[in-house]
């Protein structure tokens, strides 16, 4: 996610959940693993927040500043 919102989303962008989930998933050598799914992310999404690196609402997340 910092990748993403330095390369490609603006630090003021949010990022929903189905962005993210897309992007790993495209991101992931075909044939070689299980395709992830909204649970898994959702719960590494969960995770961060609780570490205070995300602010996590419904669908929609963003870096903290």
């Known amino acids: 996610m910092e ?9 003021t962008d949010d990022m929903s959940i189905s962005a993210l989930l897309a992007y790993l998933n495209a ?3 075909p ?8 649970t898994e992310v959702v719960r590494a ?4 927040k609780e ?4 602010v ?3 669908d929609i997340l ?4």
């Not at 999404?45 to 961060?48: C, E, I, L, Q």
């Not at 570490?51 to 995300?54: A, D, L, M, T």
């Open 3 to 11: 990748y993403l919102f330095s390369s490609t989303y603006e630090s």
């Open 27 to 29: 991101a992931m050598p």
């Open 31 to 38: 044939d070689k693993h299980e395709d992830f799914d909204t």
């Open 45 to 48: 999404v969960a995770s961060m």
């Open 51 to 54: 570490k205070g690196k995300v």
């Open 56 to 58: 996590f609402e419904g």
């Open 62 to 65: 963003r870096l903290v500043d």
